[in-house]
């Protein structure tokens, strides 16, 4: 199965950048659409970010957006999430999160959704910690 892994957590200052990494096994993930999730504690999980497989089209959720961007390296399997002007509230653990339905063959579906039973596979999470 696809196997999806976070890095580049940690601490931050208010107003400070980050940059998050998702890699996969295997090349799978060049047919999927991908998303970015967080949770804080004793809070629902909530959408961030989402790609197209092809990378051509983004959404945002409205709490980052102007100040997250997503993007995908389909030739190094990597899906990203540039954070900047980070705020308390972006504390939380950030999942990367992969929709295999939505590929090649998905034809009017293919653009990413925000919902998170749309995806199948979920990384083990990344902290975020943003001071202030």
């Known amino acids: 199965q696809v196997q999806l892994v976070e890095s580049g957590g940690g601490l931050v200052q208010a107003g400070g950048s980050l940059r998050l990494s998702c890699a996969a096994s295997?090349?799978?993930?060049?047919?999927?659409?991908m998303a970015w999730f967080r949770q804080a504690p004793g809070k629902e999980r909530e959408f961030v970010a989402a790609?197209?497989?092809?990378?051509?089209?983004?959404i945002y959720g409205d709490s980052v957006k102007g100040r997250f961007t997503i993007s995908r390296d389909n030739t190094k399997n990597t899906v990203y999430l540039q954070m900047k002007s980070l705020k308390a509230e972006d504390t939380a653990v950030y999942y990367c999160?992969?929709?295999?339905?939505?590929?090649?063959?998905?034809?009017?579906?293919?653009?990413?959704?925000?919902?998170?039973?749309?995806?199948?596979?979920w990384g083990q999470g990344t902290r975020i910690t943003v001071a202030s």
């Open positions: 295997g090349r799978t993930l060049t047919n999927y659409a």
């Open positions: 999160a992969a929709d295999s339905k939505r590929g090649p063959k998905s034809g009017s579906n293919y653009l990413p959704r925000p919902e998170r039973h749309e995806y199948d596979y």
């Open positions: 790609i197209s497989w092809t990378g051509g089209t983004t």
